[in-house]
Every structure is written in structure tokens, then in C-alpha cells.
């Protein structure tokens, strides 16, 4: 009885958040063909994809005819209201990707051939009969690297006759952390090649590992100190499916595979980051520095306190009358500062109107980068808010400007599509600088957190339903719900060969949101096949949620990947009590608060994933949840890991989970897995497990009515969850 009330009661959650918005009733529709033309778009006369979107209004449909779409650029999707579809029993591909023809015979010896393209052109992968070709690289870890101050040498001399050395990169896989940098230059001694690293993704991925901490990092810091293998130069083709683009030159270079025709074959140059991208407002939030204030009064000015203020500095008084006042465009505005048990009072005024309110910084414990004051819904322009100190003390840590009102594109559907043929060339310039799950920092300080474009983005939406589509041979991630888009939902999608992730849901930075009209809410990722991601980029995960309110993730297959399934949650121990953080042995406490909470993991059938990296695992939450809306992870069958740390993983930070009713077979790590005390109040139980290995030294984590089975025997009860996982079609 007990598991048929959990198979009704998942069954009702399932049925809530796969209930799609309410579809438009298009009035009109339009029409678009590869070979369209003209501004007509009817059925009988359509226009080209380009016009068509140009010409989308509220309450259209656009019907694409089956065939390719070569862009040029990229799609901007900035109307509400409307849906973009195949037409019945046709195939409309999107591409990015330009058809390279006209290759001749190179050098015989190697079979290498060659194509002009244009000079310039500027890519990171090919695709060949649609067949993803590997970049020219020398074998993994062929030759043995030592670091030195400024890259590595190696006693092999013929590195330093690879031309086009600035192109050459270097790449490690290290624990959890896929990582590469652009060399400067090459050069050679008696001694063999230096590898000399360009200096400023040296430095950020070797001398200078970026460590801003919680709620951006954890303690772990590995850096690149050593070389996987060392990628793109023509001197490194060696094999066939190998190709190299000398950019320079305007050249391609490929050799094909045994029985291969290349002026045959369809050769794909990806030369586009994002295929469609739909922006409703503001877009991107992020908080800028408290010395970004104009201070009157008496104010202490610290930049060094490194306990989980925003850039490690704040601006305090305990001076009555002493002020604060901030300039911006923008329509509102967030103070962040500290609320804490010797927190004072403080009046506010915006543009030189006092409100009526006393507000307060007072608190029962310390907490970070709080929402001390917001104000929100001003007319568009320039505005000022001023502090000013009542009694007590008065922090200031940050800035977070809202500089358009919040109006989220909405209502859109994209059904029934091929989405092919990206890249994203970022790397290639500043290299690969890996914080974790295809998270990465940015080249430059203040080195905010970015990750890799995808082919189908929505930036602050609501209301959006991706579903039927397919996504394949991608240089960067399928499909992104960013910027606090809500009520949306991605299902029945097919996601394969991408450069990095599958599904990203959700940001990184905006951990300290009070108000939810700026949230990622209501988010179902639900019946997707999602294989063979992180093909060059090997920390990506299928699915990766960062912060985020009722995201259910339901019914998914992940398959083959080199890192983690699924990745739930962001920074690390920062919601947890500072007695926690003392207990792992961290020397300071940064805390604050995060707003995810009331998420679900259910019914997934993940397998083979963790193929390269380390420290991950099938299905990996990180991070606090809120613990008035419990977050689950029900009805999942994990199996087939080769690197796991643990199947089921709760890493640092975890909070407030109920794991139960899950199947895990996997005979290497651990099955169940919370390795610190910031890890606290989970309970796991009635799960089914052919691995009999757990690590919990969590804070008020139980474990109960583990079944253990061997030789393959699973009751009823375990094969019923496994039949019942994975996508329902």
C-alpha cells in the first residue's frame, strides 16, 4: 500500500506541473520555406524564416515547411504571444552551420584534405554526415608535461615547430574540472618546447585560481598543473574524423574516415552561438559593489572582512544622520546589507521622497547580502535612494538595479523543430576557466560567474513551452531558461551530441531575490531523452538547475555523459548555520540565504553518465533548500557510473531533501553519499540498492529501510520503479 500511495501521489504532482499555459488562439497564421521569399508568409506563398519571425505579432503561428534554414544570424524572438512550429508530417532543421564543398587532396601521405572558407571564420567544431569530427589533437596524456612559471615543458622538441602557436591550447581534466587556456607561444631549448600559457588564463586556472567562495564556490580549488593533451594545430593531425582550421589562412583541413567521400559527404561548419533568442526585461541582474555609494557622514570603509559580504567589503556606521545615497537608471533598486542582532534602524528616501516607513537591519543570527531595502516599479530614468542611519549599526554591501521593468516575454511555444549546427568561440580566446557543471568564471575581474550560450534561449520568460523538438551537434548547451523566467516548461524534447550541457534552468547570482517576480519559478523539465553531452567540454551535465523555486525535473532519460546527470542547486554551505561551517573546519562563516526551495527530482532513469570526470554523480544537489517546502527526490533509477563518487549526492550545503523510493545499481563508490556537516535535516529511506557502501557525515541526516539486494534479485516493489522511469511516450 505504501508504494501505491506514493505512485498516486507522484502521479498528482506529475499531472500539476505538466500542465502546459494555456495555449494562444491564434487568429492568423504564417508561413515560412527554406526557399521562401517575399513578405507574403501565406501557406501557398511562404516567405523566408527571417521575415517570417520579423513579422510575428501577438496571438500568430508560424508554420515552418520541412527542409534546412541556414541563418545568418541570429534569431531575435522578442514578440509574446506567439508559436513557432513545424508544419504537419515535415522536418524543419534550424541551422548555424554553413556547407563546406570544394576540398582537394593535401598531403597524400596522411590523406589530409582541404577547403577554402572564408579568412577569419571562426569556429570550434565540424560535423561530417552528421558525425561530430574530433579537433586535431595529440593522444590523451601521450606525453609527459611538467609545470613551469608560465605554462609547461615537455623534453619533445617538435612542439615548438607547430605553427600557428596562438591558436594551440592546453588541456586538463582535473578532479571535477574540465580546463583550458591558449598558449602565447611556443619555444624551444636543448631541452625539448615551453609551452608558454597566454598569461591571464594562466593565471586564473593555475597561479590564481579564482576562489570568491560561498555562495559562488566551494573550498575545493584544483587547478591546471598538469596536460591532459594539447589540442588544434595542423602538426596534429594524425587520424581519420581528425580536422583543423587555420583561421588565418582561410583553410580547412580534414581527414576522412575509412570509406569516406569528403566532396561527397556534407561537411557543417558551425559559425553561430545561438539559433533563437527570445529577451523579455530587465534581462540580467547583477549586484554591483557598496563603493559604488556616495557616503556622508561618519562610515567605516572595509574591503577585507572575507566573511560572505558581496566583493568582501562593506561600508558601516553606527553615526546617526550618517547617509548613503545611490544613483542609477533604472525602474527599482536593491540595497543589500546585513541583518544582525546589533542591526539599528534606518529612514529611506528615493529621489528626495522620504517614505513612511521605519525599516530595520536587526536579526536573530548574521546573515550576508540581505535585502535590507528594495524599491521597485519607478518610472524609467534616472533615480536616487538615500539611507540614512536612525540608531544602531548600518551596513552596506551592494547595489542590485533593475534597469527596465519586469515585462517577460510570454506565452511562446516552439514545437516540433531540429535546432543544429552551433558553436561558441569564447574559449578560444580566453580560454576555459571551469568553476563546476559547465559553470565557468569570466577572463576578467571582478570575474563573474558565465556559462556556455545555447541553441534555444529564453532570458527572462514566462509562460514558454519547448516541446517535440530536437536538439543535435551543438557547440554549446541545447536549451536555457535564464534570467528568472517562470512557469515554463521543457518536455518530450530529444537532446544529443552537444559541446557542453543539455538543459540549463535558472542563474547562479541571484541567490538573494526577496522579490518573486524576479525568481526562476514554476519549471518542469519532463520527459526528454538527453544523451552524449559535454562532448568537448566535460564538466557539463544533462540537466543543470541553478537557483530556483517548484522546479520539477520528471521523467528524464540521461545517458552518456562524462559528469553528472542531473545538478540541482547552487552555493555550497552558504545557507548553512555558521555551527555547521565551524564543524567542517572553515575558519570563517559566510551565510546568507538562497530562495530555492520546493524542487523535485522524480521518475528519472539516468545511466552511464560520470565517464570521465570525478566527484559528481548520477544525480548531484548542492546548496540549501528552504525548509518550509521540502524538496524530494523520488522514483529514480540511477545505474551504470563508472566515476561516481555517489549515486545519490548531497554535497556541500545540501538541506532538506527526502530521497526515498529510488533504485541505485551501480558496484563502484558509493551508493548514497554527505561527506561534511554543512549537510543537514535529509531523510533517506526506502530506497533499493545493489551497493551497500554509505558515507554520511551530514548534521541530522537518517538513513532508513535501505532494501539491499544481490545477484540482480530486485523485489516488486524496485522493478516497478524502474519500469516506470525515464520518458513516458
Known amino acids: 500500500m505504501r508504494h501505491l500511495r506514493l505512485a498516486m501521489g507522484a502521479a498528482a504532482l506529475i499531472t500539476a506541473t505538466l500542465a502546459a499555459p494555456a495555449a494562444a488562439a491564434h487568429d492568423n497564421a504564417l508561413y515560412a520555406a527554406p526557399d521562401g521569399w517575399g513578405r507574403t508568409c501565406a501557406k501557398y506563398l511562404p516567405c523566408s524564416l527571417e521575415t517570417a519571425v520579423d513579422r ?28 513557432i512550429r513545424a508544419y504537419p508530417g515535415e522536418t524543419p532543421v534550424i541551422t548555424g552551420a554553413r556547407r563546406v564543398t570544394g576540398f582537394t587532396l593535401q598531403d597524400p601521405t596522411k590523406n589530409i584534405y582541404v577547403a577554402r572558407v572564408p579568412r577569419g571564420t571562426d569556429t570550434r567544431q565540424l560535423f561530417v554526415d552528421g558525425t561530430r569530427a574530433e579537433r586535431a589533437r595529440t593522444a590523451l596524456n601521450s606525453t609527459t608535461f611538467t609545470a613551469t612559471a608560465t605554462g609547461f615543458h615537455t623534453t619533445d622538441p617538435s612542439f615548438a615547430q607547430v605553427t600557428n602557436q596562438g591558436d594551440v591550447e592546453v588541456v586538463q581534466e582535473n578532479k571535477w574540472k574540465h580546463m583550458r587556456c591558449p598558449l602565447s607561444a611556443i619555444t624551444g631549448d636543448a631541452t625539448g618546447s615551453n609551452l608558454v600559457v597566454q598569461p591571464q588564463c594562466w593565471q586564473d586556472n593555475n597561479t590564481a585560481v579564482i576562489n570568491s567562495q560561498f555562495p559562488f564556490n566551494g573550498n575545493g580549488l584544483p587547478k591546471m598543473d598538469g596536460v591532459s593533451w594539447v589540442e588544434n594545430a595542423y602538426q596534429f593531425l594524425t587520424k ?37 533568442c527570445a529577451n523579455g526585461t530587465p534581462g540580467h541582474i547583477a549586484p554591483v559593489d557598496d563603493t559604488a555609494g556616495t557616503y556622508g557622514g561618519t562610515w567605516q570603509n572595509s574591503t577585507i572582512r572575507q566573511l560572505g559580504d558581496f566583493g568582501d567589503g562593506v561600508h558601516a556606521t553606527q553615526a546617526a544622520g550618517a547617509s548613503v545615497s545611490y544613483t542609477f537608471n533604472g525602474t527599482g533598486v536593491d540595497v543589500l ?232 542547486g547552487w552555493g555550497w554551505g552558504w545557507a548553512s548555520p555558521c555551527e555547521l561551517q565551524a564543524k567542517q573546519g572553515l575558519a570563517v562563516c559566510r551565510r546568507g540565504t538562497i530562495y530555492s526551495g520546493d524542487n523535485h527530482i522524480t521518475g528519472n532513469n539516468v545511466h552511464d553518465v560520470m565517464r570521465t570526470l570525478l566527484d559528481g554523480g548520477p544525480i548531484y544537489t548542492l546548496g540549501g533548500q528552504d525548509p518550509t517546502a521540502q524538496s524530494t527526490v523520488i522514483g529514480n533509477w540511477v545505474h551504470d557510473a563508472p566515476n561516481n563518487n555517489n549515486m545519490l549526492y548531497h554535497d556541500e550545503g545540501s538541506s532538506y531533501w527526502n530521497t526515498h523510493d529510488n533504485v541505485v545499481s551501480n558496484q563502484t563508490g558509493r551508493w548514497v553519499g554527505m561527506w561534511t556537516p554543512t549537510i543537514h535535516d535529509i531523510t533517506i529511506h526506502d530506497n533499493f540498492t545493489d551497493n551497500t557502501v554509505v558515507k554520511n557525515l551530514g548534521t541530522n541526516v537518517t538513513i532508513t529501510n535501505t532494501t539491499v539486494v544481490t545477484g540482480g534479485n530486485w523485489p516488486p516493489a524496485a522493478q516497478a520503479i524502474m519500469a516506470a522511469s525515464g520518458p513516458r511516450r
Not at 520541412?66 to 514578440?79: E, N
Open 337 to 568: 546589507g546585513e541583518t544582525n542582532t546589533d542591526g539599528g534602524t534606518f529612514t529611506a528616501a528615493v529621489d528626495g521622497k522620504p517614505d513612511t516607513a521605519t525599516h530595520s537591519e536587526h536579526g536573530d543570527v548574521r546573515l550576508a547580502q540581505q535585502v535590507v531595502y528594495s524599491v521597485q516599479n519607478l518610472r524609467p530614468g534616472r533615480h536616487t535612494v538615500t539611507l540614512t542611519n536612525a540608531s544602531g549599526n548600518l551596513l552596506v554591501d551592494a547595489f542590485a538595479v533593475t534597469p527596465q521593468a519586469v515585462k517577460p516575454v510570454h506565452d511562446v511555444s516552439i514545437s516540433g523543430l531540429t535546432f543544429t549546427g552551433t558553436t561558441w568561440t569564447l574559449p578560444s580566446h580566453v580560454g576555459y576557466i571551469d568553476n563546476q557543471a559547465g559553470v565557468q568564471w569570466a577572463a576578467q575581474a571582478p570575474h563573474a560567474p558565465i556559462r556556455p550560450p545555447a541553441a534555444l534561449e529564453f532570458h527572462r520568460g514566462k509562460n514558454i513551452t519547448v516541446t517535440g523538438d530536437t536538439f543535435t551537434h551543438l557547440g554549446g548547451v541545447g536549451v536555457a531558461f535564464a534570467d528568472g523566467t517562470q512557469n515554463s516548461s521543457i518536455t518530450r524534447n530529444t537532446i544529443t551530441d552537444t559541446s557542453a550541457g543539455g538543459v540549463a534552468v535558472g542563474e547562479v547570482d541571484d541567490y538573494y531575490l526577496t522579490d518573486p517576480s524576479r525568481m526562476t519559478l514554476n519549471t518542469t523539465i519532463a520527459d526528454n531523452t538527453i544523451s552524449n553531452v559535454g562532448q568537448d567540454y566535460h564538466d557539463a551535465v544533462g540537466i543543470w538547475a541553478g537557483h530556483g523555486r517548484d522546479t520539477v525535473i520528471d521523467h528524464n532519460e540521461i545517458a552518456h555523459t562524462p559528469y553528472s546527470g542531473i545538478s540541482l
Open 56 to 83: 510575428l505579432h501577438d496571438g500568430s503561428a508560424l508554420y515552418l515547411r520541412g527542409g534546412t534554414y541556414r541563418l545568418a544570424r541570429t534569431l531575435d524572438l522578442s514578440q509574446s504571444d506567439v508559436s
Open 240 to 276: 581519420p574524423g581528425q580536422w583543423y582550421l587555420d583561421k588565418t589562412a582561410g583553410r580547412l583541413y580534414y581527414i576522412p574516415l575509412p570509406g569516406q567521400n569528403v566532396n561527397r559527404a556534407d561537411v557543417e561548419l558551425p559559425l553561430l552561438d545561438t539559433l533563437i
